[in-house]
């Protein structure tokens, strides 16, 4: 088991609370996707619904239905951490259980994810203050603790088909999970918040009778091509009124 000691989250009060801006009551995948984020396959999906999560990554690689980085990696993690464990994608093995769900929960992370399914779910779900937990699915084995070889932590993985460091933000609701660099958090929060910001604005186009249709044909431009741009431009200014150009 290789561990990068070098790579120890350190999240100070005012980075703590830029990451619960991420916590907007309305906030979605799709805002930080569309604000710059990245998305997890959907084959990742929360196995506990109306539950959501954001945090700083703490990462995990192991091979199918191996329990040891996944434990190692716990038992390093830091209230608000998030677990990402790239566990091989779908498999009847699985490398999380009740046991180890109970004790994040107690230690209070953020949440966990792990590309491979999930078991204990009955155990899960009966837990008092459980976490979130995205997963693919559940499967009833493992294949054991494993050696040392089995699997890393602190490493960059690929998780649902994405690359995740520890140290980047996860932010996982109903929809999927998505993932910022940590370099880019501020920007993507900035743009993910206008992205509200435009919910609202849409919403009152609407409401003074014209269609979402209307809108997005005026925001498209003459070729589509600078769809994001103009969006943001007019969440930007006073009023709900077409641009000028």
Same mark, same amino acid.
């Given at each position: 088991?290789?561990?990068?000691?070098?790579?120890?989250?350190?999240?100070?009060p005012?980075?703590?609370?830029?990451?619960e801006?991420?916590?907007?009551?309305r906030?979605?995948?799709?805002?930080?996707?569309?604000?710059?984020?990245?998305?997890?396959?959907?084959r990742?999906?929360?196995?506990? %619904?109306?539950?959501?999560?954001?945090?700083?990554?703490?990462? *995990?690689?192991?091979l #199918?239905?191996? !329990?040891? +980085?996944?434990? /190692?990696?716990l038992?390093?993690?830091?209230?608000?951490?998030v677990?990402?464990?790239?566990?091989?994608?779908?498999?009847?093995?699985?490398?999380?259980g009740?046991?180890?769900?109970?004790n994040?929960s107690?230690?209070?992370?953020?949440g966990?994810?792990?590309?491979?399914?999930?078991?204990?779910?009955?155990?899960?779900?009966?837990?008092e203050?459980?976490? %979130?937990?995205?997963?693919?699915?559940?499967a009833?084995?493992? *294949?054991g603790?494993g #050696?040392?070889? !089995?699997? +890393?932590?602190? /490493?960059?993985v690929?998780?649902?088909?994405?690359?995740?460091?520890?140290?980047?933000?996860?932010?996982?609701?109903?929809?999927?999970?998505?993932v910022?660099?940590?370099?880019?958090v501020?920007?993507?929060?900035?743009l993910a918040l206008?992205g509200?910001?435009?919910d609202?604005?849409?919403?009152?186009?609407?409401?003074s009778?014209?269609?979402?249709?209307d809108l997005?044909?005026?925001?498209?431009g003459?070729?589509?091509?600078?769809?994001k741009?103009?969006?943001?431009?007019w969440?930007?200014?006073d009023?709900?009124?077409?641009?000028?150009?």
């Amino acid at each position: 088991m290789s561990t990068n000691t070098q790579n120890q989250i350190t999240t100070t009060p005012a980075e703590r609370a830029m990451i619960e801006k991420f916590l907007h009551p309305r906030m979605t995948t799709e805002h930080i996707w569309s604000g710059g984020g990245m998305v997890m396959s959907n084959r990742i999906r929360s196995m506990l %619904p109306g539950k959501r999560f954001v945090g700083r990554a703490l990462t *995990a690689r192991t091979l #199918a239905g191996f !329990t040891r +980085a996944g434990q /190692e990696a716990l038992a390093q993690a830091q209230p608000g951490d998030v677990l990402v464990i790239a566990a091989g994608g779908p498999s009847e093995l699985s490398p999380w259980g009740g046991m180890v769900h109970w004790n994040a929960s107690r230690d209070k992370l953020a949440g966990v994810v792990v590309d491979g399914p999930t078991r204990d779910m009955v155990e899960i779900k009966a837990l008092e203050n459980a976490i %979130p937990l995205f997963a693919c699915g559940q499967a009833p084995a493992i *294949a054991g603790f494993g #050696a040392p070889t !089995t699997g +890393a932590i602190r /490493e960059t993985v690929m998780c649902g088909g994405i690359p995740v460091s520890t140290g980047d933000l996860v932010y996982g609701d109903d929809d999927g999970v998505a993932v910022v660099p940590w370099a880019k958090v501020e920007q993507v929060l900035d743009l993910a918040l206008k992205g509200i910001i435009f919910d609202d604005k849409e919403q009152a186009w609407v409401e003074s009778g014209r269609s979402v249709f209307d809108l997005l044909t005026m925001l498209s431009g003459v070729d589509g091509s600078n769809y994001k741009e103009r969006k943001f431009r007019w969440v930007g200014q006073d009023g709900i009124e077409p641009l000028k150009d």
